[in-house]
């Protein structure tokens, strides 16, 4: 389709959204695909705008590149003047090229340091099932227990880390381990597949724990919330959590908020130890 001439008055207190009409990438904007320039200029009175004739047999194409041009003008203050074609296209460029200033920002990897406190606790869930090691396995266990079976519960010993990083909602970082023993509780993901709670012995004393290092699914952040309710969210595996089933016996695993499972717990017979 060929068009003869244009003709568009652009009034300084045009406040029409053109933003994603000037930078569509549909446009084709920068491309001019007529083979001789057109012939164009540009008149501004202050009581009429800024009005721009076009005279050249070309393509819509055409048409629709300096109607984007002419919106790209649309917030130009000038004095009243006539300009030509390479005046119009030094205004339409200092209007629309802005300058980016990219400044580097240094990155540092999250690291974990051991202080010299410990807790010394049993793990009980919001229904007062206890968490107990399954006899002859790996396995940790939510149990209800009656009277005289307190034997089993297993005995926890909290090491709490400071962060070079602020902590999410100002939740502590710790270490969950079975006391007397080199057991931790560690946070793994085998195979691709959903994260996992398992047991791992540990014969490193963890002083530092970096972000990335092979100690790092050992993390967990405790945040209490309520009276003395916790949550131990895995630092390695955001979103996933320490849960227990509703029914007893069932294995403690990780699990994300929304999958009906119990991620509130209760610190039992909690003493504070300094080593």
Same mark, same amino acid.
């Given at each position: 389709m060929a068009c003869d001439g244009y003709v568009k008055t652009l009034a300084y207190d045009d406040a029409s959204?053109?933003?994603?009409? +000037?930078?569509?990438?549909s446009a084709d904007s920068d491309e001019m695909d007529c083979p001789d320039k057109p012939s !164009?200029?540009?008149r501004c009175n202050m009581?009429? /705008?800024? *009005?721009?004739?076009? %005279?050249?047999? $070309?393509? !819509? *194409?055409h048409v629709v590149n300096i109607i984007i041009a002419l919106e790209r003008m649309k917030h130009i203050k000038t004095k009243?003047?006539?300009? /030509?074609?390479?005046e119009v296209l030094n205004i339409i !460029? #200092? $209007? @629309? +090229?802005?300058? %980016?200033? !990219?400044?580097r920002v240094a990155v540092t990897t999250p690291s974990y340091t051991k202080i010299d406190q410990t807790v010394q606790c049993n793990v009980c869930d919001q229904f007062k099932k206890t968490v107990v090691q399954s006899s002859g396995s790996p396995r940790l266990l939510? @149990? =209800? &227990?009656?009277? /005289?079976?307190? %034997?089993? *519960?297993v005995d926890f010993s909290l090491s709490l880390y400071v962060s070079t990083s602020a902590s999410p909602n100002a939740s502590q970082p710790v270490c969950l381990g079975i006391s007397q023993t080199n057991l931790y509780l560690a946070c793994t993901q085998p195979d691709d597949s959903s994260p996992h709670l398992v047991l791992q012995e +540990?014969?490193?004393? &963890?002083?530092? +724990? *970096?972000? /990335? #290092?092979?100690y790092d699914n050992l993390l967990f952040f405790r945040k209490e919330t309520g009276v003395a309710n916790n949550t131990f969210e895995s630092v390695k595996y955001p979103g996933w959590f320490i849960s227990t089933a509703y029914e007893d016996f069932e294995q403690v695993e990780m699990s994300q908020m929304s999958q009906g499972r119990l =991620?509130?717990?209760?610190l039992e017979k909690k003493r504070l130890i300094r080593n």
């Open positions: 959204e053109t933003d994603s009409a +000037i930078y569509s990438d !164009m200029s540009c009581d009429e /705008g800024i *009005k721009l004739e076009w %005279r050249h047999s $070309s393509s !819509m *194409k009243s003047s006539e300009f /030509g074609e390479e !460029m #200092d $209007s @629309v +090229i802005e300058e %980016r200033h !990219m400044e939510a @149990v =209800t &227990l009656h009277d /005289g079976n307190t %034997r089993f *519960k +540990i014969s490193e004393t &963890l002083k530092t +724990i *970096k972000a /990335g #290092d092979q =991620t509130n717990f209760t």
